[in-house]
């Protein structure tokens, strides 16, 4: 026993320090690859923050004011009464926004005397990349606790790297909320998944426990969506508890987890109503209320169990509907509405000229996924190894799933030659949730960030499983070599050269990768920036599309009309107003917009004003005249109906009705800068 138990220390040791350094290393990459892409170290400071991509960089603006506020108190204060960002309003930005992380930084930043020894973007910068570490850290653990071998680690990593296009979005929006969050929802999934195996101690059991709830609630207290994200899990788990595939003890401390962290995070968003009616905490409701109300829903026989599971499903969505739209009729939400209309025009169930829908519509991220990503995990190896990982669990689960519908119990201590890697309630749990995210992917391209990391951890996990191999020999019935001998075999075997295939063919290109000198340089956003932080006064409000005023925001301070939010549907109503110098609009309905924002300044972007793009009816402008009704599409044909030319051209001609309004202040090839005037001058 000695001797088995040193080995299992050894074992032990070897995975995480190959776990730890996995996650190092990946950081080290990102850093170096990072510095290459905008030769970060050698620009100056506004240039560093134009780097901030994506809308992105208004969330690095406040981690600075945090910086330079008095003290850390008054930051926050300053924050939650912040009439400095959009003008008109008074914000609590921290609300807003989900600044927790900017406000946990800068107060590490401060404490831990860093101002001595590193700039502040380089140790903002680098606390993401940590956490990134975090994240392949997790998904190592994750494949390497399903597996049991760390080489299925190593192997998830890999293939995580190699698809890093379509796993992380941190290359470019290191600010971003995603990029903060989903290392915490990684280490969630790991923690669960050692929870919810069988034959685990006491002691493990509970350090997953208060793991999982710590990154649970850290999890929703960052992210805005987080609460979506669990509520597919909370799903998969209830497809676990409907067919009796794990123990009600622990389903049942996870629904304590889910329950106590949106209470804390309730209370600690300043009592954010979008938590209450979260359909996270709609489905507990009905799950736990279903659960009381058919206490013997898991005995009789076949049919009837089965009769029972379709009266589950009934009684849980039935139950978490009604309770969601008495929260909403109670506690009302804004958004909800607004989501609504944007899944039916999605789902063409509805159609709609309604700009912000037709906007959400277009972005790529809301668009089904292209050839192009499959493309790409294919020519990687990881999709094809995935669809064969997921076919035999998913086959396995079902023949579970049969056993237990006919009174057969879980076996709970199995063996490799048993050959039932369905039988495993953390496997089945990962093809629940695999397919779950897979399927919402299939419609939006942008949850590929959610799904693909586990696409890799997942098909990882089975080419390194003896058991997923055993099961499979189980099925040929294969006589003619001992199959646990060629299972162990394969597990090995397989990795291996598929790791070896890698290497061979992604090494160079990831060397390639980190010593060329890549070339990021705007120019003319530069200019303009040091145009506005010279030339402006201090009062004076900009007003302009949502990204470009997050820029503004970021690299002067000053007060903007709105930011680029996608989570407030009273922003986006205010960006379309903004968005109506792109349209065609007379001067003096632009002129009644901007000055009831106050603005000072509007900011005409070329690219937006004469923006050529492939998707048809996707350009600002094309949105805008639809919303207005100056263009019509009847029976395939366009009709144009219009008293005005289209402002942002109309503008730049330079004659009245124009230039009594507004008057040119600034310009270059890429931006246009009017002030907006305060005395009107009619001269014809």
């Known amino acids: ?25 990946y950081a080290v990459y990102l850093s170096t690859y990072h510095e290459r892409k905008f030769w970060f170290s050698s620009r100056r400071e506004l240039e560093r923050e134009i780097t901030f991509q994506s809308g992105s960089g208004v969330y690095y603006y406040y981690y600075k004011h945090m910086l330079t506020a008095p003290s850390f108190e008054r930051g926050i204060y300053e924050l939650m009464r912040d009439n400095r960002t959009i003008s008109t309003q008074t914000i609590n930005a921290v609300e807003q926004l989900s600044l927790y992380p900017e406000l946990i930084t800068s107060l590490l930043y401060r404490i831990t005397g860093s101002q001595d020894v590193i700039e502040p973007v380089y140790f903002y910068i680098g606390v993401v990349f940590g956490l990134q570490a975090v994240y392949v850290t997790a998904l190592f653990v994750s494949s390497w606790v399903m597996s049991g071998t760390w080489v299925a680690g190593i192997l998830a990593v890999a293939w995580y790297i190699i698809n890093r296009p379509d796993t992380t979005k941190v290359e470019y929006a290191i600010p971003l909320r995603d990029n903060w969050a989903l290392p915490y929802f990684s280490c969630q999934v790991a923690a669960l998944t050692g929870f919810l195996r069988n034959n685990i101690n006491s002691a493990t059991e509970m350090f997953c426990y208060l793991l999982m709830s710590a990154s649970t609630f850290t999890f929703i207290m960052i992210w805005e969506h987080s609460h979506y994200v669990l509520f597919i899990q909370c799903l998969a788990l209830f497809l676990l508890d409907c067919f009796d595939l794990v123990q009600p003890r622990k389903l049942a401390d996870v629904h304590k987890v889910y329950l106590c962290s949106l209470a804390l995070a309730y209370v600690m968003q300043f009592q954010n109503p979008g938590l209450l009616s979260s359909p996270l905490l709609s489905l507990m409701t009905g799950s736990v209320l279903a659960r ?65 829908t037709n906007m959400l519509l277009c972005q790529e991220a809301f668009q089904t996924p292209s050839q192009d990503f499959f493309l790409r995990l294919t020519q990687a190896s990881v999709l094809p190894f995935y669809i064969l990982v997921l076919l035999v669990c998913l086959f396995s689960t079902v023949q ?91 597990s090995t075997a397989v990795p291996t050269i598929i790791g070896f295939s890698l290497w061979r063919e992604y090494f160079p290109r990831v060397i390639t990768e980190l010593s ?39 690299c002067s301070g000053w007060t903007v009309t709105s930011l680029p939010l996608y989570t407030d549907i009273n922003l986006m109503k205010r960006s379309e107003n903004i968005y109506q110098v792109y349209a065609m609009r007379s001067a003096e309905d632009i002129y009644k917009i901007l000055t009831s924002y106050k603005a000072s300044y509007v900011i005409v972007e070329e690219a937006v004003c004469s923006e050529m793009s492939q998707t048809k009816g996707c350009r600002i402008k094309d949105l805008l005249d639809v919303a207005n009704g100056h263009v019509v599409y009847e029976k395939g044909e366009m009709f144009t109906f219009a008293k005005y030319g289209r402002f942002c051209h109309e503008i730049k001609m330079n004659y ?22 305060t005395v009107i001058s009619f001269q014809y």
């Open 516 to 554: 060329e000198l890549q070339e990021f340089y705007d120019p003319d956003t530069v200019e303009l920036m040091n145009w506005i932080k010279r030339q402006a006064p201090v009062a004076a409000v900009f007003a302009g599309s949502p990204q470009l005023m997050g820029i503004v925001k970021l």
């Open 292 to 356: 009381y109300l058919q206490q013997n829903m898991k005995r009789g026989p076949f049919v009837a169990r089965l009769m029972k599971i379709l009266l589950r499903f009934y009684l849980v969505f039935t139950i978490a509907i009604t309770f969601s739209y008495v929260v909403k009729r109670i506690i009302p939400v804004n958004e909800s509405d607004h989501i609504f209309k944007f899944l039916e025009v999605k789902f063409g169930l509805n159609t709609t000229t309604d700009f912000v």
């Open 400 to 490: 579970v799933i049969y056993r237990r519908l006919s009174g057969e119990p879980m076996k709970s201590n199995l063996r490799l030659e048993d050959g039932r890697i369905g039988e495993q309630p953390e496997v089945i749990y990962h093809v629940f949730h695999t397919l779950l995210f897979g399927a919402l992917t299939m419609v939006f391209e942008g949850l590929k960030y959610l799904w693909t990391p586990y696409v890799c951890m997942f098909a990882a996990f089975g080419v390194c499983s003896p058991e997923l191999w055993m099961t499979v020999f189980k099925w040929l019935r294969l006589k003619s070599v001992h199959p646990v001998v060629l299972a162990l075999i394969l």
């Open 1 to 25: 026993s000695a001797a088995v138990l040193l080995q299992r220390l050894v074992k032990l040791f070897f995975g995480c320090l190959a776990a730890v350094t996995c996650g190092m290393m």
């Open 656 to 677: 009245s009705p124009y230039t009594n309004y507004f008057t040119r202040v600034f310009w270059n090839l890429s931006y246009h800068v009017y002030k907006v005037n």
